[in-house]
Nanobody, 126 residues
């Protein structure tokens, strides 16, 4: 069982920045560090959508077209944490952001993941 805790969400003005963190428990380290971790988001009334993913080694990343050039995903194995750095935020980025782990490969699909966090709210005001 992998336990994930997201943090870093909040209210920011358009054009601002936030960094989300996804921390896995120490007991989850082996699974977390050996699989793809991704970020998804879900806005009210919309389906959950892929945002970004990073493979286990951190050497390959994947992004949704809507966030390319603005968001950066990375992982720190020493801290058992995956980050999502978000810059140039737009009102349409407003959503609950979820961290997911346990996938293999690129991890574009939500059903690729076995473990999910509770989510953190990101609100971008215009």
């Amino acid at each position: 069982q992998v336990q994930l805790v997201e943090s870093g969400g909040g209210l920011v003005q358009a054009g601002g920045s936030l960094r989300l963190s996804c921390a896995a428990s120490a007991a989850s380290e082996r699974t977390f560090s050996s699989s793809t971790t991704g970020w998804f988001r879900q806005a009210p009334g919309k389906e959950r959508e892929f945002v970004a993913a990073v493979i286990w080694s951190g050497t390959r990343t994947y992004y949704a077209d809507s966030v390319k050039g603005r968001f950066t995903i990375s992982r720190d194995h020493a801290k058992n944490t995956v980050y999502l750095q978000m810059i140039s935020l737009k009102p349409e980025d407003t959503a609950v952001y979820y961290c997911a782990a346990g996938a293999s490969g690129s991890g574009y699909r939500p059903d690729s993941y076995n473990y999910w966090g509770q989510g953190t709210q990101v609100t971008v005001s215009s």
